[in-house]
Nanobody
Framework: QVQLVESGGGSVQAGGSLRLSCAAS?????MGWFRQAPGKEREGVAR????????YYADSVKGRFTMSRDNAKNTLYLQMNSLKLEDTAMYYC??????????????????WGQGTQVTVSS
């Protein structure tokens, strides 16, 4: 089974930066970051194919967030710059193990981290 442990969340002022980490155990073919604010649906933030390093970003974060990975450490990172108030949410790391692509919908990811809160204030 895949285990995911997240860290790096916190409170920052608008315009600031945070880096989230997700340490994984077990094989992952692709991984993703999702976020959910109170009263809103969970939305995809970014996805990465762990072997190739190919990344995909939601339009709302493109140009501000950067996903990367350290395969030796089996760790995924999300560098978040120029944070906005609307970025406030619980952020989740998820993993997919089937080599048939990389899902877009959160419901298709079977493995999840515990979540880490990101709060952006003015």
């Amino acid at each position: 089974q895949v285990q995911l442990v997240e860290s790096g969340g916190g409170s920052v002022q608008a315009g600031g930066s945070l880096r989230l980490s997700c340490a994984a155990s077990g094989y992952t073919y692709c991984m993703g970051w999702f976020r959910q604010a109170p009263g809103k649906e969970r939305e995809g933030v970014a996805r990465i194919l762990t072997r190739s390093g190919n990344t995909y970003y939601a339009d709302s974060v493109k140009g501000r967030f950067t996903m990367s990975r350290d395969n030796a450490k089996n760790t995924l990172y999300l560098q978040m710059n120029s944070l906005k108030l609307e970025d406030t949410a619980m952020y989740y790391c998820a993993a997919y193990t089937t080599t048939s692509g990389c899902p877009l919908n959160s419901a298709d990811f079977p493995y999840w981290g515990q979540g880490t809160q990101v709060t952006v204030s003015s």
